[in-house]
């Protein structure tokens, strides 16, 4: 947890500081509220950040977590620090240099956005319990009148994490035309039921402090504090993962900090929640952290894959999904689901699953900013509709099986009609296709397991998807691509019969490039020298280092196609020492094979 | 979750049934406490199961998780059914008719054994808050205190899971001469920071509560329930899985049951969780609660594994460590610790980690009751001093390269000096361990991923630990074993040069015996045929299927052992067609290599 004080993690402690920077705008009511009931008139509190251009195109829209408000990042240098200051500024990852960025307080907040602590017009006091039940729509329809108030029609993204990604997603559900890119980071389609379960347990604590009075504590000396702290210490377990919180107190376990609070303190994981318990409820209001995490618990895009596909159909803009390996409250399948459903309809998408230690917690962190801050920066660069996309070099490419070219792409791409829709499995760093893409292909999606290519394929401004192969292509619809590619891939692979079926249930073309181990070099090695073969290229490995685990030949693909009725429409035999095709005995003379696949 | 209902999970709503068949003795005191102070006298109530046979070495001490009682099962067809009936009674795992079991109530408890609601001779009145702080260690007095009373001098086995672990563990340490056999079940050396946490909130809850009273609320009429009841709401969701939850709640998340509680009922989980808080408060105490959780997080036989090994030093008695894949409570990982500690102090272990869906609380239910139940039942078999421990046929044992039986095995026996003490690397079933234990060898342990064949050489008798040979063997010492085997497992190896430098760090010689490659029928068909070679035998598998990734011959393993400094003593070369050995090219005549390996 790198440089996080033991009493300092993510916004944890913040106080409620005087927002300096905040803005006000009142709407005309009544809002109609979707749970029923309706709200007279609604304050909004946000505060902006940048210039908006001239196209009015470079907007935008950051949603907050449950526990933050408006103040993102701090507006000069003597500031107080926002809940993403390390995410948010001039020349940062959400650069306000080249960004107009608002964030309003969501509505039932209690930093000054309309919540259960606002003075309700017909009684004159404050809503307390009688605060209807919100919904995350309600807080969308609330910013959405806020943006036509501030005559901001289109916004370049909409990004939230955690029940912000919440807001982010319904956004592009419910206002697909005004949004071009939604970043959805840590979150999920619905909380689950052991999310659920923990939000229950914090609201009991607060509904049966007994200085909560039904909600109505705020001219009372006490107030529910107990409930409320001990709903954010379940809250604050769950944003940390074992492994952080190992870290954290494993050393000192014994020693707790001197802290003034009533709770216990006898270790020192209890006085760091003790502490950030009460340092809560000085800034948090018990209504309002009733009212959010109902809101939250009651987000339901679909509790099944095909639930979630027809909710996010109308949901067409871009999307970035990332979420964080070690994060056990929105872990990543539910991310995962979400990619799914978006896939299903053809809605262009980008996935990562940040290896992190940091817990939900992680995107509030700097320990894994260099590579959730890339892929938002990137994300957000290629939205831009004035971006030239030019295909970077590809620098760190794989080989050709002998030499340092990859020739088989000149083929496939040969192979490929135009305008064809590719998905490429075991993508990489998205070589193949950036070649595609800039002969004019749409349709185009790449899937790796590896982070780093993500990363690196995210910032050719490419959709591709983390996965790993050998657990199938779930995501991926019967028949939706014209072709799928996998080029020097399959003698890696675990599952081969589950990868080949899965490849020709979503393409209905698949083209499959493999070294041939029946080349006769390599049959010389083996045969004369009695060795493991080892050449220059895709085979530079030795045998007890290789990646490759799979040893086959043209004879042996070809035999298994026939018992599997795979359909062999086109082969291609290559040499790629001399970088001829091979039309005698390929098994032989070829090292590379190009097959193209169908049912 | 199979048969369990929805509002019935493990013992959570049994209530405070009259304990019909308890037993109750009073102990003199004064009992001098861990923590400092004393309790003047002590009542423990007890129930026992089956007869103390007449050598006295057949009795089994269960010891009870936070919750639970004596009452481990029913004694009539009549009776309550206890926490572990599944698994304790005539026939079943702990077999009454053939174990004498004992399990008292533990100290500190409000089932009838002295705790915080006991009277206070000194005041009259409940001890409340005024009981002491007692320890794990103080409840192993009180029950060691008991056996005495009882003659019972020689214990066959300790068993605990979760709290009861801790018990067990502390047991087989301060004891090792009283206890044959420890088993530890879903336990920890001591709590992760994460599980202390909760129990942090869940005593802040009680403590807070305005009705607790500083522990004196017994002649009130309104009891801390709801701090109690949120105590237990927290513990309930920390013994599910997240997958459990899932199952459990999904389908039916918006219609909770009507439940008569006071609790928020919005959602399935949050009935259940209220019912569950409701229904433990009528048979908990709130100041038990406090008392026995702060023991459990008390407890600590180290923070690491260094001083874990000092810790477990004592502990010589035979272990059995049982974890559960989906328990985050207790993560696998902390078993492991405890196995990696016993394992450096030659102390035998078997460690399984079950394959499970059921978090936590796995142990109490029926789901996982095939494995755990019969690895606990053939430990137990096993640890009977009369049992004969036949080397059962192998059955399902390994293949040979090109035939049905294991040739290297007679070789390898051979090349091992009676007495050594033997690892055997990826040890499937035991058929090797076994073959060595025939022949007298005293100190064997195996190794394998298999979570059914650990199971299988738990049931020989033999002492196996479940891990990842590529995740290193951090379970031993340097120059542990005299030997290392590593049998027709190499080839299957993603991280082969870990793997060989742990077993040259643990063996003073390694045993490894693979196929060859070069042998020159294989040859043939990769020369010939151009095809993938597939014998009968070992290389039964197809291109596509085969667990083998590693592809090498004689001569490409010389080089390598050569490159790393790795010294060969002896090679052995077997063309196990014929059934002979080779002396002449080797790799060209042999399909089965033997070679004997040391730094």
Not at 424 to 436: E, N, P, V
Request: with cysteine; proline share 5%.
């Amino acid at each position: 947890m790198s440089t996080t004080d033991l009493f300092f993690s993510s916004d944890s402690v913040r106080t409620a500081q005087p927002l300096r920077y905040a803005q006000s705008v009142e709407l005309p009511g009544p809002l109609r509220l979707e749970k029923g009931g309706e709200l007279p008139a609604v304050t909004v509190v946000y505060e902006t950040y940048g210039k908006l251009n001239e196209a009015g195109d470079n907007a935008v829209l950051v949603c907050h977590a449950l526990s933050g408000d408006s103040h993102v990042a701090r507006h000069t240098p003597d500031d107080d620090p926002g809940w993403w200051d390390i995410v948010l500024g001039p020349g940062k990852v959400i650069d306000t240099d080249r960004y107009f960025v608002i964030c309003p307080n969501l509505l039932g907040g209690c930093r000054g956005t309309t919540g259960p602590g606002s003075i309700n017009p017909a009684t004159g006091r404050p809503y307390g319990q009688d605060f209807p039940t919100i919904t995350i729509g309600d807080m969308v329809t609330v910013q959405r009148m806020l943006l036509d108030k501030l005559g901001i029609r289109q916004l370049r993204a909409v990004i939230g994490g955690s029940m912000g990604g919440h807001v982010a997603m319904t956004w592009a559900i419910r206002h697909p035309d005004r949004v071009r890119g939604c970043i959805a980071v840590a979150t999920s389609a619905r909380l689950t039921s052991q999310a659920l379960a923990f939000d229950v347990v914090g609201r009991n604590a607060i509904l049966r402090d007994p200085w909560f009075h039904g909600g109505q504590y705020y001219d009372k000396p006490t107030k529910p504090e107990v409930g409320l702290a001990l709903a954010r210490m379940i809250g604050h377990i769950t944003y940390l993962s074992r492994e952080a919180m190992q870290e954290k107190f494993e050393a000192n376990r014994y020693q707790p900090r001197e802290v003034p609070v009533e709770f216990e303190k006898k270790f020192s994981v209890g006085s760091y929640l003790g502490y950030q318990g009460k340092r809560f409820v000085e800034r948090f209001d018990a209504n309002s952290y009733i009212t959010l995490t109902m809101a939250m618990d009651l987000f339901d895009l679909g509790g099944t894959v095909e639930e979630l596909t027809a909710t996010l159909r109308p949901a067409r803009c871009r999307w970035l999904v990332i979420s964080f390996s070690s994060d056990w409250l929105f872990p990543p399948e539910q991310s995962q689901d979400i990619v799914e459903a978006l896939v299903a309809n053809d809605i262009p998408v980008s996935y990562c699953n940040v290896t992190s230690r940091c817990g939900h917690d992680a995107f509030l962190l700097e320990d894994d900013l260099d590579r959730y801050g890339a892929l938002i920066r990137d994300f957000l660069h290629h939205l831009d509709p004035d971006t030239a996309q030019p295909v970077r070099a590809d620098l760190h490419g794989p080989k050709s099986i002998f030499h340092q070219q990859r020739i088989d792409y000149d083929h496939i791409l040969n192979l490929i009609p135009p305008q064809a829709s590719v998905l490429d499995l075991g993508c990489g760093r998205g070589s193949l296709l950036a070649r595609l893409r800039a002969r004019g292909h749409r349709r185009l999606v790449g899937v790796d397991i590896d982070e780093q290519a993500i990363v690196a394929a995210v910032g050719r401004g490419l959709d591709v998807v983390q996965a790993d192969l050998n657990h199938g292509l779930r995501f991926f619809r019967d028949g939706q691509f014209d072709y799928v590619v996998l080029s020097l891939t399959l003698q890696a692979i675990l599952d081969v019969e589950g990868v080949m079926r899965e490849m020709l249930r979503v393409g209905r073309q698949g083209i499959v490039s493999f070294p041939n181990f029946g080349y006769h070099k390599i049959r010389r090695m083996v045969a004369e020298e009695g060795r493991s073969p080892k050449t220059a290229g895709q085979l530079h490995y030795d045998w007890w280092n290789t990646p490759n685990r799979r040893f086959f030949s043209i004879l042996d693909f070809e035999e298994f196609c026939r018992d599997r009725q795979i359909r062999i429409s086109r082969q291609i035999y290559l040499d790629t020492e001399s970088g001829v095709e091979v039309t005698t005995d390929p098994n032989r003379n070829a090292d590379l094979a190009i097959f193209v696949l169908s049912r």
